[in-house]
C-alpha cells in the first residue's frame, strides 16, 4: 500500500481544483489515489452531487470516492474527535503514503476543522509508517483569507501539471454547477490562469503549489 495517495477534503470540488493536476500525474506513475469528500454538497444539489463527484473522479481516473456526508458548512457542529477517528479508520485501511488536504489558512471554516482533523489523525506516532502530509490552495477560499504570515499560503513545492492541466479542466466540468464566470477565481479560466501563474514562478507552462507540512525520507 506504499502507492496509495489519499486526498481528503470538505466540499466537491475542492479535490480537483488544489490538486486534480497532481493526484493525474500521480496516478500516471503507478499511485493509487482514494478521495474522500467530508462533506455534503449544497442542500440545492445534494440530490445530485455524489454522482457528479463520481463522474468527475472517474473522468480524472480515480475510481475510489468515500463519502462521510456531514452537513454542509457545519462541520465546526461536529465534535474534532469524531472526524479524528473516522479519518483515523481511513489511515488504518489505506495506509497512505501521501495525504493532500486543505491549507490551514482557507478563509472557509471546515477547511479550517478539516485540516486540523487530518493533521491529528495522521500524526507520526512511533511505530507508525510516516505519512506525507501536503496542503494544496483552493481558489475562492485560499486566497481570501488574510494575508498574515499565520495564515498565508507559502507555497514550497510545485508540480508541474502542464501535461495533465487539459484532463484536470475537463473533469472540473462535470461540476459546472459549483463554476462561476471570469473574473471569479472558481472559474475554468480562473483556474487556468492560476496554473499559469504557478508554472511561470518555476519555468514551466503549468503547475500546482503546495505547501509541505511534513515530510519524512526514510
Not at 464566470?181 to 492560476?194: D, T
Amino acid at each position: 500500500m506504499d502507492k496509495n495517495v489519499l486526498v481528503i477534503v470538505a466540499h466537491p470540488d475542492d479535490e480537483l481544483l488544489g490538486s486534480g493536476g497532481t493526484l493525474k500525474k500521480l496516478m500516471n506513475e503507478g499511485y493509487t489515489v482514494i478521495t474522500v469528500i467530508v462533506v455534503k454538497g449544497r442542500e440545492e444539489e445534494e440530490h445530485q452531487m455524489n454522482q457528479i463527484v463520481l463522474n468527475a473522479n472517474n473522468h480524472l481516473g480515480i475510481d475510489n470516492v468515500i463519502f462521510l456526508e456531514h452537513p454542509n458548512l457545519l462541520l465546526e457542529m461536529t465534535p474534532l474527535h469524531v472526524i479524528n477517528k473516522e479519518i483515523e479508520a481511513l489511515l488504518d485501511k489505506y495506509e497512505p503514503a501521501i495525504i493532500f488536504t486543505h491549507h490551514y489558512g482557507d478563509i472557509n471554516r471546515d477547511h479550517q476543522i478539516l485540516f486540523q482533523a487530518v493533521l491529528t489523525a495522521a500524526r507520526p506516532l512511533p511505530g507508525k509508517k510516516p505519512i506525507e502530509l501536503i496542503c494544496f490552495e483552493t481558489v475562492s477560499s485560499t486566497e481570501w483569507s488574510q494575508q498574515t504570515s499565520d495564515k498565508i499560503f507559502k507555497p514550497n513545492y510545485f508540480v508541474d501539471i502542464s501535461d495533465t492541466i487539459d484532463i484536470k479542466l475537463e473533469s472540473l466540468k462535470f461540476y459546472d454547477v459549483e463554476m462561476r464566470p471570469f473574473p471569479h477565481p472558481r472559474s475554468y479560466k480562473g483556474v487556468r490562469h492560476l496554473a499559469q501563474v504557478r508554472g511561470m514562478t518555476v519555468g514551466v507552462e503549468y503547475a500546482e503549489a503546495f505547501e509541505i507540512i511534513r515530510r519524512v525520507w526514510k
